[in-house]
Every structure is written in structure tokens, then in C-alpha cells.
């Protein structure tokens, strides 16, 4: 397929420190600015398959292995003319982000769906805020659900996701003029979030302590986003939240980047009705400075 769409990340770069002091524009007049231009396809069978992958396993994080990702990123395939893909070196090479939306009920017999709806259903137990999917999840003509997958490489700018959204809603509405099964009640997005957590290296490090009062904590309950946008999609959501992963990474310190704490992941949910989706992403747009 054609380039639909391009954005300089220079422009982003610019644009996000116009308001920096006249300091620290001279301490970046000596730094390199790296110029990007983005470009967005539809989903290529022929390209995608590896990149598309990574992605998902990023996204699904240590529960990855409970998917047959080969199979999910075969069923995104299938559908080209849906969703979309970021590059920015053409059309032939590895995508470095993607959003897509399949369909709960439409699949429901297929094992990367199957493995998809056991797996939300056992993690919507597990949190008081998404109980209520469970009825969703079922396998009923009475909701149509849409599972909105989306990931991208820690390095790309959040300003490329909300022109996948806008290109999304537009695929959908041509997909229902040709009576596609794309007639959602609700879209259920798949995010990660993440606290920070004291380093179990510095521990070692550090002398124990002889008690902690008042059950003081490891680190922060504060939950973190890897996707600034979920905050934005949040506000219109029926219902959102958080839930540990399956299994566990033990990875926090390889994780801590720089940073003296590291992180735990855990898995997101946020479920919109499909009526509020168009709010969102005009919100996503504005919060993103996106015309």
C-alpha cells in the first residue's frame, strides 16, 4: 500500500521546547537533532509478520508465553485493510509501532482469540475495577467487542498514535458500509502500566533495617503509564485497570534505565463504549497538539 500519512519529528522535537529557558536552548544548540519523517501503512503480510511479533511480545511482556503469537500476528495479517503500521524507512521494512482491532466475537473460535478470552477473563477476576468484563467476555450476540492492540518501540514519540486512531475510526466506518462484522458495542484496549520499585540490588547493598514502621513500602503504589495516551482514553472510559501478570519477570533492575528504582509491569485494561471512541481520539488530538 501507499504512504498515507507523514510527520517530522523535528517538528515535534521543536515544537515541544519552544518554552524551554534560554539556557537550556543553548546547552541543545550543541546537541545532535535527529530529523525522522514517520510514515503509516496499512498492516503488510508480506512485510510485517517478524516486527509485528516483537511488538506483541513487548506488549504482553511476561505473559507473552501464554500466546501463540505466531497465530495472533497471522490473524492481524489477515485483515490489511485494518489498523496500521509506523516506519519510517518504507513500506518494505520492520514496523516500529502498530494499532489494530479484532474482533472478540467474530474469532471466538480461533486459538489466539481463544487464548486472548481465557486469559482476559481470568485477569478481570482479579481486579474489583474490571469485574464487571466478565459478562462482556462471554460468548453472546448481545455485545460486540473489539480488542484494540496497540505497541510501539520505547524511542517513538506518543504523537504517532493518535493519527493511527483517526485512520482506525475511518477504516471501520468503510468496513460497515461494506457490512463488515466491525459493529462494535464496546472497544477493550490492552496497555501496560508499572510502579517503581526499590532495586533488589541496592538492598544487597544497603544495611537491613531493623523494622519498617507503618508498613512502609518498596518503592511507590503509584502507577506509572507506558502509554501516555491511556490517561486521555481513561476519561472516557467506562471502567479501567491494572492486573499483575501471570508470571513474574524478575527483571526490575535490568529495567531501572538510568534511574536509581526499578520497575514492576503489570498488565492495563480500558474498556470504551464504541459511541465515546470519537471523544477520545478528538481528545487524544488535542492533548497530543495534533490537527
Sequence with gaps: MGKRKEIDEQSVVESESEDSSEEE??????????DVEFEWFDPQPE????????????????DAQLFDLSALTDLILAQPLLGSTVKVEG??????????VLNLNEHKDKLPIQQLLRYLQSQSKRSDTLSQL?????????????????????????????????????EITWAL??????????????????????????????????KQKNGSKKGSSQAFYFHPEDEVLEKHAVTYGSFPYHHESGGSDSKRAFQELGIKPAGHLIL????KLEAAV???SEYFNQT
Design 47 to 62: 512485510h510485517d509478520f517478524h516486527g509485528l511479533k516483537t511488538l506483541l511480545r513487548q506488549l504482553f511482556d511476561v
Design 25 to 34: 536552548s543553548s546547552s541543545e544548540d550543541d546537541e545532535d537533532i535527529l
Design 282 to 284: 478528538k481528545g487524544l
Design 134 to 170: 466478565t459478562a462482556l467476555l462471554q460468548a453472546s450476540d448481545a455485545f460486540q467487542v473489539g480488542i484494540i492492540l496497540t505497541e510501539r518501540l520505547i524511542n517513538i514519540p506518543s504523537e504517532v498514535v493518535p493519527p493511527m486512531y483517526m485512520m482506525l475510526m475511518e
Design 91 to 100: 513500506n518494505e521494512t520492520d514496523p516500529y509501532a502498530f494499532l489494530t
Design 177 to 210: 458500509e461494506e457490512k463488515e462484522p466491525y459493529n462494535f458495542t464496546h472497544y477493550l484496549i490492552f496497555s501496560k502500566t508499572y510502579q517503581e520499585i526499590v532495586s533488589a540490588l541496592d538492598e544487597e547493598d544497603s544495611p537491613r533495617p531493623k
Design 272 to 275: 470504551l463504549e464504541a459511541a
